[in-house]
């Protein structure tokens, strides 16, 4: 049985960091490549960044390139989202996910919430102004 479960979200001021982790269970996971998703309220869920399999290529979207950092842990089976420079617009519930790796396909679907298999529970982070 899959699990991907996150920590690490909590209250914060503008300006400040946070570090959120993602572990995973009954999965290969050195064979699965990550990604971060969060979704405030009343607002669809969106991609934050991404990580291939080898954790040698990352993905980031817009609005978070430059502040946060994506990383893996394939020894401890751990997926890590690094967020500086946090802003009140970054508030929402923050998701990992997993798909196995294939072929050339990531590149092109990373951002897709339909391209990931699993799952996690999903942490609250809260920025205040």
């Known amino acids: 049985q899959v699990q991907l479960v996150e920590s690490g979200g909590e209250l914060v001021q503008a300006g400040g960091s946070l570090r959120l982790s993602c572990t995973a269970s009954?999965?290969?996971?050195?064979?699965?490549?990550m990604g971060w998703f969060r979704q405030a309220p009343g607002k669809e869920r969106e991609i934050v960044a991404a990580?291939?399999?080898?954790?040698?290529?990352?993905y980031y979207s817009d609005s978070v390139k430059g502040r946060f950092a994506i990383s893996k842990d394939n020894a401890r089976s751990l997926t890590y989202l690094q967020m500086n420079s946090l802003k009140p617009e970054d508030t929402g519930v923050y998701y990992c996910?997993?798909?196995?790796?294939?072929?050339?396909?990531?590149?092109?679907?990373?951002?897709?919430?339909?391209?990931?298999?699993?799952w996690g529970q999903g942490t609250q982070v809260t920025v205040s102004s």
């Open positions: 996910a997993a798909v196995a790796w294939s072929v050339g396909s990531f590149g092109r679907r990373w951002s897709r919430p339909s391209e990931y298999r699993y």
């Open positions: 009954g999965l290969t996971f050195s064979n699965y490549n």
């Open positions: 990580i291939m399999w080898s954790g040698t290529i990352t």
